[in-house]
């Protein structure tokens, strides 16, 4: 038995075996319709979330399987103070497979231990959103090609973002890949991820400020929202919020073959007229979500499906 605390918990072979089985299931769905019958995924989600909660349910009911949990802590035993160690021996009696979201780091990993099912890290605060990565790197390459030699803008909140700290560790495993690091410095990337991560494996990287004058670099521009659940004070918030709003004066000054992702909600970083622009793929990455975690519910249960 196996989990995913973290996108670096594939090795790469597995990683593009995952991406494999993802295609397959977006070209032949049929296929796996029945594969999940009489399984169930335990959605615990300790904090509020659509897309990531609904693509998780989406998965297991496209396989054939069920579904059972609770979309906030407030209507859970949390409530009354229990563990997430208790929650989890628990839900383990109940389902086959665990796709949690909690707003404390390492909360995951901690259910992860005492578990007998496997467990999904859907979100653990500041810290990982390994399958929101698998989601980046499967709409990438399928929609650039390759996972490789790409210039990658970084937008936004990158201090807490969860989603920009898991894809940076995720494809910097790739050869010549490079990273832009679009942020006001209240939001920087922090010094960890910088120094431990893009430093320590001499991968290219600079910061800056004004999205404007690296428009025209990038492969991939990967937009993130300031996010105020994060912030302690809400007039940091305020005043940073619309820091960048991406426009279609911005966009033409970018390369015809960029992509824009967004692991999404959006607030107004990304301005409605950008939404027609081809090159717009948020939308996109929104239905790969579901492949890639049909496909991971798929291994850690250790399903196969014939004549993949």
Excluded: W
Excluded at 43 to 64: I, V
Excluded at 78 to 86: C, I, L, N, Q, T
């Amino acid at each position: 038995m196996r989990h995913l605390m973290s996108p670096l918990d594939f090795s790469l072979e597995e990683l593009d075996k995952l991406l494999n089985l993802a295609n397959d299931i977006e070209n032949n769905p049929k296929k796996y319709a029945k594969v999940c019958e009489g399984k169930k995924l335990a959605t615990l989600f300790y904090e509020p979330s659509t897309r990531t909660r609904l693509s998780f349910e989406a998965a297991m009911m496209n396989l054939g399987g069920n579904v059972l949990g609770f979309s906030s802590a407030a209507s859970s035993s949390a409530s009354k103070g229990e563990s997430v160690s208790d929650t989890i021996r628990m839900v383990s009696c109940y389902a086959d497979i665990c796709a949690m979201r909690h707003p404390k780091e390492g909360a995951p990993m901690v259910a992860s231990r005492v578990s007998s099912i496997p467990v999904i890290n859907a979100g653990d605060g500041g810290h990982q959103h390994p399958t929101q990565t698998m989601t980046d790197l499967l709409t990438i390459r399928s929609l650039k090609g390759r996972l490789n030699n790409l210039v990658i803008g970084l937008c936004g909140d990158l201090k807490f973002g969860r989603t920009v700290h898991s894809l940076i560790k995720a494809i910097s495993r790739y050869e010549g890949v490079s990273f832009v690091l679009i942020s006001p410095e209240e939001l920087k990337l922090p010094g960890y991820i910088r120094e431990d991560v893009l430093e320590a494996n001499h991968i290219p990287y600079k910061e800056v400020e004004h999205l404007e004058e690296v428009m025209g670099s990038l492969d991939i521009l990967y937009m993130t929202r300031v996010q105020q659940e994060r912030f302690f004070n809400e007039e940091d918030y305020i005043r940073l919020k619309d820091f960048y709003i991406l426009d279609k004066k911005k966009m033409s000054l970018a390369k015809e073959d960029m992509l824009v992702l967004h692991p999404l909600p959006r607030v107004n970083e990304i301005s409605v007229e950008v939404d027609s622009d081809p090159r717009a793929a948020y939308f996109k990455q929104v239905q790969y979500g579901v492949y890639v975690r049909m496909a991971l519910i798929l291994t850690l249960l250790s399903i196969e499906v014939d004549n993949l």
